[in-house]
């Protein structure tokens, strides 16, 4: 017996429950806790509408009954809206110090004689590696309609595909047993990084499009990018 073919809408309505579920994932990773009963369906509805899957799709899980949050600073355990809120100014206040720390760093780091040299004495005073990846994960948790990292992007956030991106660069250079030359090359990339990030989250209207398009190809292009010293000097002992 033929396998009856998925209908448009179901497909669609897997897709965004997937998605969904996913954001939810990313979400509990940062201490956020979610009464699933009262977020995802136990069972696919008999009858799939285009407005039941925009409700998926727009679903604002840090509001839903159950949703807490876990004030690391305080030890107290808050709503997930008042935890939204929280994570959004400790992101502002993190920021901030990178670029004070990185300032700092400028102006006591010696010039080496050789990168080679630089590269394995280099000890990053922040991570800047650690704050990509949370930068990332705050947009694929902020996933709304209005912005377009999301509506652009097929109804799945493009912030999972540049996830995927520097997770797999990442993994070159781990091995490599290159981490400090990884670190070293995002923290020389941070600007445009950062710059780009910001047009990717925050990009709403149409207009905006073609600067979106264009932060997110350099994102593509630096993360994709950075040749590994380590292995350079491994070929040219050889």
Same mark, same amino acid.
């Given at each position: 017996?033929?396998?009856?073919?998925?209908?448009?809408?179901?497909?669609?309505?897997?897709?965004?429950?997937? %998605?969904?579920?996913?954001?939810?994932?990313?979400?509990?990773?940062? !201490?956020?806790?979610?009464?699933?009963?009262?977020?995802?369906?136990?069972?696919?509805?008999?009858?799939?509408?285009?407005?039941?899957?925009?409700?998926?799709?727009?679903?604002?899980?840090?509001?839903?009954?159950?949703?807490?949050?876990?004030?690391?600073?305080?030890?107290?355990?808050?709503? !997930?809206?008042?935890? $939204? *809120?929280?994570?959004?100014?400790?992101?502002?206040?993190?920021?901030?110090?990178?670029?004070?720390?990185?300032?700092?760093?400028? *102006?006591?780091?010696?010039?080496?004689?050789? &990168?080679? *040299?630089?590269?394995? #004495?280099?000890?990053?005073?922040?991570?800047?590696?650690?704050?990509?990846? %949370?930068?990332?994960?705050?947009?694929?948790?902020?996933?709304?309609?209005?912005?377009?990292?999301?509506?652009? &992007? !097929?109804?799945?956030?493009?912030?999972?595909?540049?996830?995927?991106?520097?997770?797999? *660069?990442?993994? $070159?250079?781990? %091995?490599?047993?290159?981490?400090?030359?990884?670190?070293?090359?995002?923290?020389?990339?941070?600007?445009?990084?950062?710059?780009?990030?910001?047009?990717?989250?925050?990009? &709403?209207?149409?207009?905006?499009?073609?600067?979106?398009?264009?932060?997110? &190809?350099?994102?593509?292009?630096?993360?994709? !990018?950075?040749?590994?010293?380590?292995?350079? #000097?491994?070929?040219? #002992?050889?």
């Amino acid at each position: 017996m033929m396998k009856k073919k998925k209908t448009l809408n179901q497909l669609e309505y897997e897709k965004a429950l997937k %998605n969904l579920k996913r954001r939810i994932k990313a979400a509990e990773k940062r !201490g956020f806790r979610f009464d699933k009963s009262e977020i995802i369906p136990s069972e696919n509805p008999k009858r799939i509408t285009k407005k039941r899957i925009e409700n998926i799709r727009k679903l604002d899980i840090y509001a839903q009954k159950g949703t807490t949050y876990l004030d690391e600073e305080t030890g107290k355990v808050v709503s !997930g809206k008042v935890g $939204r *809120t929280l994570e959004r100014k400790a992101s502002a206040k993190k920021a901030a110090q990178t670029r004070k720390l990185k300032e700092q760093q400028k *102006t006591r780091q010696p010039k080496s004689k050789s &990168s080679r *040299t630089k590269s394995k #004495d280099y000890i990053p005073i922040y991570s800047a590696i650690e704050s990509v990846e %949370n930068r990332l994960d705050e947009i694929i948790a902020e996933n709304n309609w209005r912005y377009l990292h999301f509506r652009s &992007s !097929g109804d799945e956030n493009s912030a999972i595909k540049l996830k995927e991106i520097f997770e797999r *660069t990442k993994q $070159r250079y781990v %091995n490599a047993n290159a981490m400090s030359d990884f670190e070293e090359y995002i923290e020389k990339n941070a600007d445009s990084i950062n710059a780009a990030l910001d047009v990717v989250m925050y990009a &709403s209207k149409q207009e905006e499009l073609y600067n979106y398009n264009n932060s997110y &190809s350099k994102l593509m292009l630096i993360f994709n !990018g950075g040749e590994i010293p380590a292995l350079n #000097d491994i070929a040219g #002992d050889d």
